[in-house]
């Protein structure tokens, strides 16, 4: 008798919401249990968190659920919370689907450091976040855009909205200082982690980019990698169908 699959927990990348897991979870087979967060600083209730914090906010959510374990799928930051979370809680992740995660050292760039800088990372944060979402707010560029990256326009004049809220560029600015201060600390843990996991990149990822995934793979004991030819970062909003497969595949 097949074992009933463990339920999913989606967790977003940033600026992102719950929703940009909407399209892969409507893919998922009929029977999976999906639960997607938005993760704090993003939820318009709790302030923005590191690794650890969202880790403990991921259990929380898993516990209200009901859900002893669950296979955790992460997108770029909320892939490092997904690795953090099967390195020190092994208890309650089934399997790992790491999409362009953002997981080790060999993923932040000289931008992400910068970001991550107290006051120069906020002032360039707010500047890069407030003028996108202003660009993506005109009709004719977000069309552009859309068209040129296979992005929905419902996405993209979501993503104007939140790029040009002030909260969004606080979140922004905690989470790379964050990121940058605790990923020394994962990946020392990295080859704790016992799930299965697959590591999903995409060819023409250039926030991520695929060496680092490569690396990851060899980090995490057994991981797989699957490179999408062709595809660039936004993976669930881009490639859901692939996505959904994955997270199915994975116990």
């Given amino acids: ?85 099967a390195a020190h809680h092994p208890d309650r992740a089934g399997a790992l689907v790491l999409a362009a995660p953002a997981a080790n050292l060999a993923s932040l760039s000289w931008l992400d450091r910068w970001l991550a800088a107290p006051v120069a990372g906020s002032l360039l944060s707010v500047g890069l976040m407030a003028s996108t979402g202003l660009t993506l707010s005109a009709p004719p560029a977000r069309r552009l855009i859309g068209a040129q990256l296979r992005l929905e326009q419902r996405f993209l004049r979501e993503s104007a909205r939140t790029l040009r809220r002030p909260a969004s560029w606080g979140a922004f600015a905690a989470e790379q200082r964050g990121l940058v201060r605790q990923l020394p600390e994962l990946e020392r843990a990295l080859e704790r982690i016992a799930a299965p996991t697959t590591i999903v990149i995409g060819s023409e990822d250039r926030i991520v980019r695929p060496r680092a995934a490569r690396m990851l793979a060899e980090q995490i004991p057994g991981a797989a990698l699957v490179v999408l030819d062709g595809a660039d970062h936004l993976l669930p909003i881009q490639q859901p169908q692939r996505l959904a497969e994955l997270i199915a595949a994975a116990r």
């Avoid at 008798?1 to 940009?20: E, I, K």
């Avoid at 029977?31 to 650890?52: E, F, S």
């Fill in 1 to 85: 008798m097949a074992r009933r699959p463990d339920p999913v927990l989606l967790l977003h990348g940033q600026p992102g919401s719950a929703r940009d897991w909407d399209a892969v979870v409507g893919l998922l087979p009929a029977g999976v249990r999906a639960l997607a967060i938005d993760r704090p600083g993003w939820n318009g209730v709790a302030p923005a968190g590191d690794l650890a914090m969202n880790a403990q906010v991921a259990l929380a959510a898993l516990d209200d659920a009901g859900i002893a374990r669950a296979t955790i799928a992460g997108h770029s930051f909320g892939a490092a919370v997904a690795a953090w979370l």
